[in-house]
């Protein structure tokens, strides 16, 4: 969590991940604190005020199902927060600017299975239950025990918390980083590195992995070390559904009509789709290579790193931003000793382009903004490209690399 001072609800926080460096051979200029997050509208910033107190209490969640908003056991705990705690829900991506709603609360819990005597022993869930039902699309919660085979896959993390633990900033805005599940216990699961990982402000929020081709919360962000230097921990979500479901249950009627995966709207699911194919927001399994086949479209859902469509013969491909929160990722490799193009034409105004490069351990490095960006490597690898903004007129764009493989 982090506490903040205020002026105002909404004008007081200002947040958070750790840093996506730019690639040493195609440095321009790096990014300090991670990357914003524009996508997740259903992560939510989790927010407290204590009656008379000069500062507020941040702290991150995810919708789970009309009315509940899964958090951390310590963001909502009286024993951590104090007594009197008014707490409301924030949902834009930088809460400095007021860009998103204001939820009202009626209740929080804390697993009474969590002790801030016993960190390690997990149980570190908290629910935030809303006055009234969000329109905000629920996100599916792992309800499968972690297996071995699952350490060192890909896994995503998003919050609101500090970008900077020495300074103390940056805060309030919404970050996401790509990083691997490094280790697991019965309880915890360790998700992040030095580089890229939580900070304060990041409790409670959500870490994703794919699972049956749907991004799955695995994990509550739980605690790390005071500097924010170790990546962090996380609290199993599989482990503690005995003290969720009641909640799930009581918030909403889960229904799977028309839908074959991902979310039955109450944090549960409705199936997982064969391996090569994602599941789309409609529910329906297809193909994860991409849309080249029908036409050279993109392929639903690409909304982050780990669903990354693959790019069509001739190295393009269409797509549309249905949204303005709506963003797509395409993933692309190009030689070693190579000059690659990467352009993005048409598309809603206001629509960019961001280039990423991807290592070996899965970690983003920055590589350029544009409508076009043009770099040389010396030494190749994979790279993401993301198309993202726009006013949600919603017309197609092509994205287009030379250079590619």
Request: charged fraction near 15%; glycine fraction near 16%.
């Given at each position: 969590?982090?506490?903040?001072?205020?002026?105002?609800?909404?004008?007081?926080?200002?947040?958070?991940?750790?840093?996506?460096?730019?690639?040493?051979?195609?440095?321009?200029?790096?990014?300090i604190g991670g990357e914003p997050d524009s996508g997740d509208p259903s992560v939510v910033a989790v927010y407290g005020v204590r009656p008379g107190s000069p500062g507020g209490l941040l702290c991150t969640g995810s919708v789970v199902?009309?009315?509940?908003?899964?958090?951390?056991?310590?963001?909502?705990?009286?024993?951590?927060?104090?007594?009197?705690?008014?707490?409301?829900?924030?949902?834009?991506?930088?809460?400095?600017?007021?860009?998103?709603?204001?939820?009202?609360?009626?209740?929080?819990?804390?697993?009474?299975?969590?002790?801030?005597?016993?960190?390690?022993?997990?149980?570190?869930?908290?629910?935030?239950?809303?006055?009234?039902?969000?329109?905000?699309?629920?996100?599916?919660?792992?309800?499968?025990?972690?297996?071995?085979?699952?350490?060192?896959?890909?896994?995503?993390?998003?919050?609101?918390?500090?970008?900077?633990?020495?300074?103390?900033?940056?805060?309030?805005?919404?970050?996401?980083?790509?990083?691997?599940?490094?280790?697991?216990?019965?309880?915890?699961?360790?998700?992040?590195?030095?580089?890229?990982?939580?900070?304060?402000?990041?409790?409670?929020?959500?870490?994703?992995?794919?699972?049956?081709?749907?991004?799955?919360?695995?994990?509550?962000?739980?605690?790390?070390?005071?500097?924010?230097?170790?990546?962090?921990?996380?609290?199993?979500?599989?482990?503690?559904?005995?003290?969720?479901?009641?909640?799930?249950?009581?918030?909403?009627?889960?229904?799977?009509?028309?839908?074959?995966?991902?979310?039955?709207?109450?944090?549960?699911?409705?199936?997982?789709?064969?391996?090569?194919?994602?599941?789309?927001?409609?529910?329906?399994?297809?193909?994860?290579?991409?849309?080249?086949?029908?036409?050279?479209?993109?392929?639903?859902?690409?909304?982050?790193?780990?669903e990354a469509n693959r790019l069509c013969a001739g190295g393009t491909i269409q797509g549309t931003l249905s949204s303005v929160d709506d963003q797509d990722w395409f993933t692309f490799s190009v030689p070693a000793g190579s000059t690659?193009?990467?352009?993005?034409?048409?598309?809603?105004?206001?629509?960019?382009?961001?280039?990423?490069?991807?290592?070996?351990?899965?970690?983003?490095?920055?590589?350029?903004?544009?409508?076009?960006?043009?770099?040389?490597?010396?030494?190749?690898?994979?790279?993401?490209?993301?198309?993202?903004?726009?006013?949600?007129?919603?017309?197609?764009?092509?994205?287009?690399?030379?250079?590619?493989?």
């Amino acid at each position: 969590m982090s506490w903040l001072q205020w002026t105002s609800l909404i004008g007081l926080v200002a947040g958070c991940a750790y840093g996506l460096p730019a690639a040493p051979e195609e440095k321009e200029l790096p990014i300090i604190g991670g990357e914003p997050d524009s996508g997740d509208p259903s992560v939510v910033a989790v927010y407290g005020v204590r009656p008379g107190s000069p500062g507020g209490l941040l702290c991150t969640g995810s919708v789970v199902a009309p009315t509940v908003v899964l958090t951390a056991a310590h963001c909502v705990a009286a024993s951590e927060t104090g007594l009197g705690v008014r707490f409301s829900v924030l949902t834009g991506a930088n809460l400095s600017r007021g860009d998103g709603e204001q939820l009202a609360v009626r209740e929080v819990h804390a697993n009474p299975r969590w002790s801030p005597h016993n960190l390690e022993a997990g149980h570190d869930q908290g629910v935030v239950i809303l006055s009234q039902p969000t329109r905000l699309r629920p996100l599916s919660l792992n309800r499968h025990p972690l297996a071995n085979s699952t350490l060192g896959q890909l896994a995503r993390i998003v919050g609101y918390g500090l970008a900077d633990s020495s300074t103390q900033t940056g805060d309030g805005i919404k970050r996401q980083v790509l990083t691997r599940l490094q280790s697991m216990s019965t309880a915890l699961i360790g998700v992040g590195t030095r580089r890229r990982g939580t900070c304060n402000g990041d409790s409670g929020g959500p870490a994703f992995m794919e699972m049956g081709g749907t991004e799955t919360i695995v994990g509550t962000t739980s605690f790390g070390n005071s500097d924010c230097t170790d990546g962090g921990y996380d609290a199993r979500v599989d482990t503690d559904l005995a003290f969720l479901d009641p909640y799930l249950a009581s918030s909403c009627t889960p229904t799977c009509e028309q839908r074959w995966c991902g979310s039955d709207g109450c944090g549960g699911s409705c199936g997982t789709c064969s391996a090569g194919s994602s599941c789309s927001q409609a529910g329906q399994c297809a193909p994860s290579s991409s849309g080249c086949a029908a036409g050279g479209r993109e392929q639903e859902p690409n909304d982050s790193a780990l669903e990354a469509n693959r790019l069509c013969a001739g190295g393009t491909i269409q797509g549309t931003l249905s949204s303005v929160d709506d963003q797509d990722w395409f993933t692309f490799s190009v030689p070693a000793g190579s000059t690659y193009d990467v352009t993005l034409t048409g598309g809603p105004a206001g629509a960019w382009l961001r280039v990423y490069k991807s290592s070996s351990t899965g970690r983003l490095s920055f590589i350029g903004d544009g409508p076009e960006v043009s770099r040389h490597t010396d030494t190749g690898g994979t790279y993401q490209a993301r198309v993202l903004g726009g006013d949600g007129s919603g017309p197609a764009y092509r994205l287009a690399v030379s250079g590619a493989q």
